[in-house]
């Protein structure tokens, strides 16, 4: 049972936009920034997203993140048959030290 | 470029211990914190602690008291991550990542390949 509570899946045809909510509490996600993660299959998490909205350098805008008040959310715009991956929400818990989401299967139709 | 690349895959017997290294290169390694975050077959990431390589200090969550050490050698720039006593339960893919964001935030960057530990008996 993961901290921060996720969809499993979530699908959608090639070119449409999914998005991928992550709720917490307010010992984590109402006070600390939020990342998100991309996991291709068989490979290392690769960071897309931090403080809350924030994309590292090489991170396509079509990837978009936002928070309001314990919950965040993942945004994909222009889906694509290569972002099939599990995502992964996470950050600073102040009784549990860095915590992550279950995981969200993207899913191309 | 920036990358952090394990040690190989490791098969291990119930109560043994596992060494796990991780060797940075393309950055200023005393510059980042380590952190090591394992993670279980279909299962989401679970984050184990950190090590700070300019003064060596660590911290890692309460499960693992007794049993994680972290340890680093400043001149090949790699940390080791050593978990004993281990169990089937112990059975998972070992990351090591770099910390980019301020301490209290969950962003890493880049991770390591991964290293899969086997607990089997």
């Known amino acids: 049972q993961s901290v921060l509570t996720q969809p499993p899946s979530v699908s959608a045809a090639p070119g449409q936009k999914v998005t991928i909510s992550c709720s917490g509490s307010?010992?984590?996600?109402?006070?600390?920034?939020v990342s998100w993660y991309q996991q291709l299959p068989g490979t290392a998490p690769k960071l897309l997203i931090y403080d809350n909205n924030k994309r590292p350098s090489g991170i396509p805008d079509r990837f978009s993140g936002s928070k309001s008040g314990t919950s965040a959310t993942l945004g994909i715009t222009g889906l694509q048959t290569g972002d099939e991956a599990v995502y992964y929400c996470?950050?600073?818990?102040?009784?549990?030290?860095?915590?992550f989401g279950g995981g969200t299967k993207v899913t191309v139709l | 470029q920036v990358q952090l690349v394990q040690s190989g895959a490791e098969v291990k017997e119930p109560g043994a211990s596992v060494k796990v290294s991780c060797k940075a290169s393309?950055?200023?390694?005393?510059?980042?914190?380590i952190d090591w975050v394992r993670q279980a077959a279909g299962q989401g990431p679970e984050w184990m602690g950190f090590m700070n390589p300019a003064n060596g200090n660590t911290a890692h969550v309460p499960k693992f008291q007794g049993r994680v050490s972290m340890t680093r050698d400043t001149s090949t720039s790699t940390v080791y991550m050593e978990l004993s006593s281990l169990r089937f339960d112990d059975t998972a893919v070992y990351y090591c990542a770099r910390r980019i964001g301020a301490a209290g935030s969950a962003q890493f960057d880049p991770w390591g390949q991964g290293t899969l530990v086997t607990v089997s008996s």
């Open positions: 393309g950055y200023t390694f005393i510059s980042y914190d």
């Open positions: 307010t010992s984590n996600i109402g006070n600390y920034y």
């Open positions: 996470g950050t600073w818990d102040s009784r549990l030290d860095v915590v």
